[in-house]
């Protein structure tokens, strides 16, 4: 991970979203675009689904920059990722300060995902997303580094490796060596 903050745009006419986060200071939305986000991620249920899985993982949470919702001390190894984001909640397993400090650009990344559920009309965000991280691995073994969904919110904003791609033909044969190892290994027996 190796964080870019020179690629975050550091004024607001910079980005369609209103510009970076720099700061973890509350606030209400301050354009149009994110009241709409704000909204239409309450109304398609994925801002309370969000919310409700952080609570589900012991999260605790408090108001963001822009509208966003932050969820901190979420205890369970799901989603495998440093933060993750439904709708206009972004949570993680740590709390943000400490996080942003390894990787300032994270809360940028993770805000560009509200988004992404917003346009696709929530949660079809999932089908959507799992297509884009199977043609991912496909293409690079990574379920990151060629996501439509990743690489839209940044790749190296998330923390994530931009990796060469392999032939289509040598994904396909990755795929049946990892099919054929799970199919093939030793199950274990319980007694009684």
Known sequence: ????????????????????????????????????????????????????????????????????????????????????TIGNVSTTARDWESLLTGLPTLLTHEERHTWQYLYCLGLPFYLFYAIGMGWSWLRTGDRASRNFFERQAGL????????????????????IILVGRRINRPRQIKNG
């Open 1 to 84: 991970m190796s964080p870019r903050a020179a690629d975050s745009p550091t004024n607001p006419s910079d980005s369609p979203d209103g510009g970076s986060i720099s700061s973890l200071t509350p606030s209400r939305p301050q354009t149009g675009w994110q009241w709409i986000r704000l909204v239409g991620n309450v109304v398609n249920l994925t801002t309370l689904f969000g919310l409700a899985v952080g609570a589900i993982g012991g999260a605790t949470f408090r108001w963001g920059p822009r509208g966003l919702i932050l969820g901190e001390g979420y205890r369970f190894d799901f989603p495998v990722a440093g933060a993750f």
């Open 156 to 175: 190296r904003d998330g923390g994530y490796a931009d990796l060469p791609t392999r032939s289509i033909g040598a994904g396909f044969r990755a795929l």
